[in-house]
């Protein structure tokens, strides 16, 4: 698993290795705008301030994942222990 942390209050959402990360940021009571959940349509795409995604999306371009400024919740995680959402 990893960890998420909102930049706007310092708040930490642990993501065990069988959640995705769009589904424990719901389960912290975040609204999360969604849609295919499988990295397809860019719903619920979400800013990144720091930390590496590991990107597992259809949806973003090369240029972007490398950016490392922006990730899908529903299919994606993280390569770094925590990520930094601009949330
Ligand atoms: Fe479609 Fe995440 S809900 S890409």
Do not use: W
């Not at 708040?11 to 069988?18: E, G, T, Y």
């Amino acid at each position: 698993g990893f960890e998420l942390e909102l930049a706007s209050s310092g708040r930490v959402i642990p993501v065990a290795a069988d959640q995705t990360a769009l589904a424990a940021l719901l389960a912290a009571g975040l609204d999360i705008p969604m849609s295919c959940e499988q990295g397809v349509c860019g719903t619920c795409l979400t800013g990144v301030k720091s930390g590496v995604p590991d990107h597992r999306d259809q949806y973003l371009t090369p240029e972007e994942r490398a950016a490392n400024n922006q990730f899908l919740p529903c299919c994606s995680r993280a390569s770094s222990a925590r990520l930094v959402l601009d949330l």
